[in-house]
Protein backbone atom coordinates (compact mmCIF):
# COMPACT_ATOMS: atom_id res chain seq x y z
CA UNK A 1 0.00 0.00 0.00
CA UNK A 2 0.57 3.82 -0.33
CA UNK A 3 1.97 6.12 2.42
CA UNK A 4 -1.23 7.76 3.49
CA UNK A 5 -3.18 4.16 3.53
CA UNK A 6 -0.59 3.08 5.61
CA UNK A 7 -0.94 5.73 8.54
CA UNK A 8 -4.43 5.75 8.51
CA UNK A 9 -4.45 1.94 9.02
CA UNK A 10 -1.66 2.49 11.78
CA UNK A 11 -4.03 5.45 13.51
CA UNK A 12 -7.13 2.94 13.13
CA UNK A 13 -5.59 0.19 14.67
CA UNK A 14 -4.23 1.76 17.90
CA UNK A 15 -7.75 3.33 18.31
CA UNK A 16 -9.01 -0.43 17.88
CA UNK A 17 -6.42 -1.07 20.81
CA UNK A 18 -8.27 1.78 22.85
CA UNK A 19 -11.28 0.54 22.37
CA UNK A 20 -10.41 -2.80 23.26
CA UNK A 21 -9.25 -1.85 26.27
CA UNK A 22 -12.43 0.28 27.12
CA UNK A 23 -14.43 -2.50 26.95
CA UNK A 24 -12.25 -4.89 29.51
CA UNK A 25 -12.44 -2.15 32.19
CA UNK A 26 -8.97 -0.52 31.19
CA UNK A 27 -9.60 2.58 29.64
CA UNK A 28 -6.72 4.75 28.14
CA UNK A 29 -5.86 8.00 29.19
CA UNK A 30 -6.81 10.13 26.44
CA UNK A 31 -3.38 11.56 25.74
CA UNK A 32 -2.30 7.68 25.62
CA UNK A 33 -4.74 6.83 23.38
CA UNK A 34 -3.91 9.97 20.91
CA UNK A 35 -0.33 9.79 21.35
CA UNK A 36 -0.39 6.16 20.55
CA UNK A 37 -2.70 6.60 17.38
CA UNK A 38 0.15 9.32 16.28
CA UNK A 39 3.09 7.24 17.35
CA UNK A 40 1.24 4.19 15.38
CA UNK A 41 0.11 6.56 12.15
CA UNK A 42 4.17 6.83 11.97
CA UNK A 43 5.15 3.73 12.93
CA UNK A 44 3.00 2.34 9.65
CA UNK A 45 5.93 3.80 7.23
CA UNK A 46 8.59 2.70 8.74
CA UNK A 47 8.89 -0.75 7.34
CA UNK A 48 9.54 1.50 3.84
CA UNK A 49 13.00 2.27 5.12
CA UNK A 50 14.05 -0.24 2.44
CA UNK A 51 12.56 1.78 -0.17
CA UNK A 52 13.95 4.86 -1.56
CA UNK A 53 11.22 6.37 -2.97
CA UNK A 54 9.15 6.10 -0.23
CA UNK A 55 7.17 8.58 1.84
CA UNK A 56 9.86 8.06 4.76
CA UNK A 57 13.05 8.62 2.29
CA UNK A 58 11.70 12.29 1.82
CA UNK A 59 10.47 12.93 5.46
CA UNK A 60 14.10 13.81 7.58
CA UNK A 61 15.74 15.54 3.99
CA UNK A 62 19.05 13.87 3.11
CA UNK A 63 19.59 11.95 6.19
CA UNK A 64 16.54 9.94 5.29
CA UNK A 65 17.72 9.71 1.86
CA UNK A 66 20.92 7.84 3.08
CA UNK A 67 19.64 5.84 5.57
CA UNK A 68 17.19 4.17 3.28
CA UNK A 69 19.83 3.65 0.99
CA UNK A 70 21.97 1.87 3.89
CA UNK A 71 18.60 0.00 4.69
CA UNK A 72 17.85 -1.02 1.32
CA UNK A 73 21.80 -2.60 0.99
CA UNK A 74 21.43 -4.25 4.30
CA UNK A 75 18.20 -5.90 3.62
CA UNK A 76 19.49 -7.33 0.34
CA UNK A 77 22.47 -8.48 1.66
CA UNK A 78 20.34 -10.14 4.53
CA UNK A 79 17.97 -11.65 1.90
CA UNK A 80 21.06 -13.24 0.28
CA UNK A 81 22.38 -14.81 2.91
CA UNK A 82 19.48 -16.55 4.05
CA UNK A 83 17.26 -17.08 0.38
CA UNK A 84 16.82 -20.57 0.55
CA UNK A 85 16.21 -23.07 -2.83
CA UNK A 86 12.81 -21.69 -3.51
CA UNK A 87 13.29 -18.13 -2.68
CA UNK A 88 13.37 -16.24 -6.39
CA UNK A 89 16.56 -13.89 -7.35
CA UNK A 90 16.03 -9.99 -6.52
CA UNK A 91 17.98 -7.10 -7.43
CA UNK A 92 16.72 -4.84 -4.42
CA UNK A 93 16.35 -5.22 -0.24
CA UNK A 94 12.47 -3.74 -0.38
CA UNK A 95 9.92 -5.76 1.31
CA UNK A 96 12.46 -8.11 2.63
CA UNK A 97 13.87 -7.97 5.76
CA UNK A 98 12.41 -4.70 7.17
CA UNK A 99 8.66 -6.17 6.62
CA UNK A 100 8.64 -9.34 9.24
CA UNK A 101 7.60 -9.34 12.27
CA UNK A 102 10.91 -9.81 14.01
CA UNK A 103 12.03 -5.95 12.66
CA UNK A 104 8.96 -4.94 14.35
CA UNK A 105 9.72 -6.65 17.65
CA UNK A 106 13.38 -5.18 17.28
CA UNK A 107 11.70 -1.64 16.35
CA UNK A 108 9.50 -1.53 19.57
CA UNK A 109 11.83 -3.03 21.76
CA UNK A 110 14.36 -0.69 21.17
CA UNK A 111 11.75 1.96 21.40
CA UNK A 112 10.82 1.24 24.51
CA UNK A 113 14.47 0.37 25.77
CA UNK A 114 15.32 4.19 24.79
CA UNK A 115 11.98 5.55 26.38
CA UNK A 116 12.84 4.06 29.64
CA UNK A 117 16.91 4.74 29.53
CA UNK A 118 17.24 8.03 27.99
CA UNK A 119 14.91 9.85 29.95
CA UNK A 120 13.00 12.79 28.53
CA UNK A 121 14.85 13.59 25.98
CA UNK A 122 14.67 10.37 24.37
CA UNK A 123 11.09 10.33 24.58
CA UNK A 124 10.93 13.77 23.12
CA UNK A 125 13.14 12.07 20.05
CA UNK A 126 10.63 9.14 19.49
CA UNK A 127 8.25 11.72 19.57
CA UNK A 128 9.46 14.15 17.34
CA UNK A 129 10.38 11.44 14.70
CA UNK A 130 6.98 9.41 14.96
CA UNK A 131 5.38 13.18 14.68
CA UNK A 132 6.83 13.93 11.28
CA UNK A 133 6.13 10.48 9.74
CA UNK A 134 2.33 10.58 10.69
CA UNK A 135 2.26 14.30 9.53
CA UNK A 136 3.42 13.12 6.46
CA UNK A 137 1.59 10.32 6.21
CA UNK A 138 -1.79 11.50 7.10
CA UNK A 139 -1.92 14.78 5.88
CA UNK A 140 0.00 14.12 2.54
CA UNK A 141 -1.48 16.28 0.38
CA UNK A 142 -0.67 18.85 2.63
CA UNK A 143 3.16 17.70 3.04
CA UNK A 144 4.27 18.03 -0.43
CA UNK A 145 7.39 19.61 -2.02
CA UNK A 146 9.94 20.60 0.05
CA UNK A 147 9.49 24.03 0.97
CA UNK A 148 6.93 22.26 3.51
CA UNK A 149 9.69 19.80 5.28
CA UNK A 150 10.77 22.79 7.75
CA UNK A 151 6.76 23.23 8.83
CA UNK A 152 6.91 19.80 9.28
CA UNK A 153 9.33 19.60 11.64
CA UNK A 154 8.35 22.38 13.36
CA UNK A 155 4.89 21.22 13.99
CA UNK A 156 6.62 17.85 15.26
CA UNK A 157 8.56 19.43 17.62
CA UNK A 158 6.02 21.56 19.08
CA UNK A 159 3.86 18.85 19.39
CA UNK A 160 6.12 16.37 21.01
CA UNK A 161 6.82 18.85 23.72
CA UNK A 162 3.60 19.59 24.33
CA UNK A 163 2.44 15.64 24.31
CA UNK A 164 5.41 14.75 26.69
CA UNK A 165 4.31 17.41 29.31
CA UNK A 166 1.05 16.77 29.00
CA UNK A 167 1.48 12.95 29.98
CA UNK A 168 4.44 13.49 32.39
CA UNK A 169 1.16 14.94 34.61
CA UNK A 170 -0.39 12.43 37.10
CA UNK A 171 -2.53 10.50 35.78
CA UNK A 172 -2.50 11.06 31.84
CA UNK A 173 -0.41 7.81 31.38
CA UNK A 174 3.54 8.09 31.31
CA UNK A 175 2.87 5.32 33.77
CA UNK A 176 0.28 3.68 31.86
CA UNK A 177 -0.05 -0.21 31.80
CA UNK A 178 3.74 -0.97 33.27
CA UNK A 179 3.69 1.38 36.86
CA UNK A 180 6.88 -0.09 38.22
CA UNK A 181 9.51 2.82 39.17
CA UNK A 182 11.17 3.37 35.77
CA UNK A 183 8.86 1.88 33.72
CA UNK A 184 7.64 5.10 32.74
CA UNK A 185 6.87 4.86 28.84
CA UNK A 186 8.07 1.17 28.33
CA UNK A 187 5.03 0.96 26.66
CA UNK A 188 5.81 3.79 23.64
CA UNK A 189 6.98 0.04 22.19
CA UNK A 190 3.75 -0.80 21.40
CA UNK A 191 2.47 1.54 19.16
CA UNK A 192 5.71 1.11 17.53
CA UNK A 193 5.74 -2.87 16.92
CA UNK A 194 1.42 -2.62 16.08
CA UNK A 195 2.56 0.09 13.22
CA UNK A 196 5.46 -1.87 12.01
CA UNK A 197 2.95 -5.36 11.77
CA UNK A 198 0.22 -3.33 10.14
CA UNK A 199 1.79 -2.24 7.64
CA UNK A 200 3.27 -5.62 6.34
CA UNK A 201 -0.83 -6.97 6.85
CA UNK A 202 -1.42 -4.23 4.68
CA UNK A 203 1.10 -4.81 2.00
CA UNK A 204 0.27 -8.53 2.11
CA UNK A 205 -2.68 -7.47 1.14
CA UNK A 206 -0.98 -6.55 -2.63
CA UNK A 207 -0.05 -8.48 -5.32
CA UNK A 208 3.35 -8.87 -4.08
CA UNK A 209 2.63 -10.22 -0.97
CA UNK A 210 4.89 -10.18 2.43
CA UNK A 211 7.38 -12.32 3.98
CA UNK A 212 6.15 -11.37 7.68
CA UNK A 213 7.18 -14.74 8.78
CA UNK A 214 10.91 -14.60 8.30
CA UNK A 215 13.44 -16.11 9.17
CA UNK A 216 10.64 -18.64 9.50
CA UNK A 217 10.79 -21.21 6.31
CA UNK A 218 7.59 -22.01 4.28
CA UNK A 219 8.15 -25.14 2.53
CA UNK A 220 11.39 -24.28 0.29
CA UNK A 221 11.15 -20.40 0.86
CA UNK A 222 12.40 -18.69 3.68
CA UNK A 223 11.13 -15.58 2.42
CA UNK A 224 7.52 -16.48 1.47
CA UNK A 225 5.03 -13.78 0.68
CA UNK A 226 2.44 -14.47 3.05
CA UNK A 227 -0.90 -12.91 1.25
CA UNK A 228 -4.66 -13.77 0.46
CA UNK A 229 -5.76 -15.93 -2.99
CA UNK A 230 -4.27 -13.70 -5.72
CA UNK A 231 -7.74 -13.39 -7.12
CA UNK A 232 -8.81 -10.92 -4.68
CA UNK A 233 -5.47 -8.86 -3.78
CA UNK A 234 -4.58 -5.50 -5.28
CA UNK A 235 -1.99 -3.15 -6.65
CA UNK A 236 -0.83 -0.33 -4.37
CA UNK A 237 -2.28 2.59 -5.11
CA UNK A 238 -5.42 0.78 -6.82
CA UNK A 239 -8.76 2.20 -6.44
CA UNK A 240 -9.24 -0.29 -4.09
CA UNK A 241 -6.75 1.10 -1.37
CA UNK A 242 -8.12 4.86 -2.20
CA UNK A 243 -12.05 4.26 -2.32
CA UNK A 244 -12.71 1.27 -0.40
CA UNK A 245 -9.47 1.07 2.45
CA UNK A 246 -8.73 4.42 3.37
CA UNK A 247 -12.26 5.54 3.97
CA UNK A 248 -12.88 2.09 5.73
CA UNK A 249 -9.35 2.90 7.44
CA UNK A 250 -11.07 6.49 8.86
CA UNK A 251 -14.68 5.13 9.89
CA UNK A 252 -12.99 2.22 12.44
CA UNK A 253 -11.06 4.67 13.51
CA UNK A 254 -13.60 7.35 14.30
CA UNK A 255 -15.91 4.36 15.90
CA UNK A 256 -12.57 2.78 17.79
CA UNK A 257 -12.10 6.51 18.97
CA UNK A 258 -15.55 6.42 20.33
CA UNK A 259 -15.58 3.46 22.34
CA UNK A 260 -12.14 4.15 23.42
CA UNK A 261 -13.37 7.28 25.24
CA UNK A 262 -16.63 5.46 26.22
CA UNK A 263 -18.87 7.99 23.79
CA UNK A 264 -20.64 4.58 22.49
Given at each position: ??????S??????????????????????????????L?????????????????????????????C????????????G???????????????????????????????????????????????????L??????????????????????????????????????????????A?????????????????????????T?????????I?V?????????????????????????????A???????G????????
Amino acid sequence: MMGPAHSLSGAAAWLGVGAAAAATGHAMPWPVLLVGALICAGAALAPDLDHKSATISRSFGPLSKWVCEVVDKLSYAVYKGTRKAGDPRRSGGHRTLTHTWLWAVLLGAGGSVAAITGGRWAVLGLLFVHLVLAIEGLLWRATRGSSADVLVWLLAATSAWILAGTLDKPGNGADWLFTAPGQEYLWLGLPIVLGALVHDIGDALTVSGCPILWPIPVGRKRWYPIGPPKAIRFRAGSWVELKVLMPAFILLGGVGCAAALNFI
